[in-house]
């Protein structure tokens, strides 16, 4: 048993697949079902993939990219017994702002979904003059109100900290341009009441391994460890033939999150399955959430496949952290508090 301890709530019922026999470099396998969304899964919705789920009421309940036949995006409700079949909503998420007035955004993409406290926080990438993050709570997934939006255009891919790290929420994102981006490092922000947000820090940045050399973006929300923050991000490649997204891992500082502890020099997963590299977008995979259980130390990681599919990986917390810790390479950027 290792001696590395995962801090976070008993997860007795989740996705889980054993290993298979051979794996080769990181430990990390696939669903062998995946893909576990499919396209056309609601009628209007041609594709849902970069989504994020989590325990609710001894179910599992997401928030989920949905496609729409129009080709915008908007973010989708859905339900599941066992994490793996889902039953999504017809409608869209209806935001309301705190007088209780819609607030609905013209598109949300990538959502996030995490529970800090008593409260779950839903952050996209939503349009504000510009794409920007829009951020939403809900209680009971009845009523969803959208707070101040946290950030300035242009900004992509946040995900929030799953607790208040010296009493503030914490965020990190990817500023960025207003077009598909050929750049991008990620920062972390702190709020004390998620509408004022400052200290702005630089975590990491691209990396000079090619995987990750074009951009990198948050993933999942980090999980807390004895070790520091594990971190599930996606890296960016520029091939002569377009983008490649892959899986990579590092480890933030618990008390100070902007520092990086350990940081994988080569991905944890890349596109490999028909399901990743073919699709609406070929050759992406983008981790959103994971569902992850302290007392087994499963982790179950949620990825969009090719902007088309949602798919499922495996690993151990305590072999992953340990691959990262092995394969880490950081540099100055990387270990300085980014200022
Ligand atoms: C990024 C985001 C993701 C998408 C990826 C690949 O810019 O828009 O939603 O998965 O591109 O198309």
Redesign the pocket.
Known sequence: MSSIKMIAPKLDKMPWQERPEKIVNAPVWRYKENPIINRNPVEGVARI??SAVVPYEGKFIGVF?GEQTNGVSFIYLGRSEDGIHWNFEKEKIQLVDEKGEPFMPNYA??PRLVKVEDTYYIIW?TDFYGASIGLAKTTDFKTFTRLETPFLPFN?NAVLFPRKVNGNFMMLSRPSDSG??PFGDIFISESPDLTYWGKHRHVMGRAPEWWESLKIGGGAAPIETSEGWLLFYHGVSGTCNG?V?SIGGAILDLENPSKVLYRCDSWLLTPEEWYEERGF?GN?C?PCATLHDPDTGRIAIYY?AA?SYVGLAFCYFDEIVEYIKKHSVTRYDDECIGR
Do not use: A, M, W
């Open positions: 993939f970069n990219r993409y990538d990438c992509r598909h981006t983008y997204y977008v992406v983008f969009g902007d």
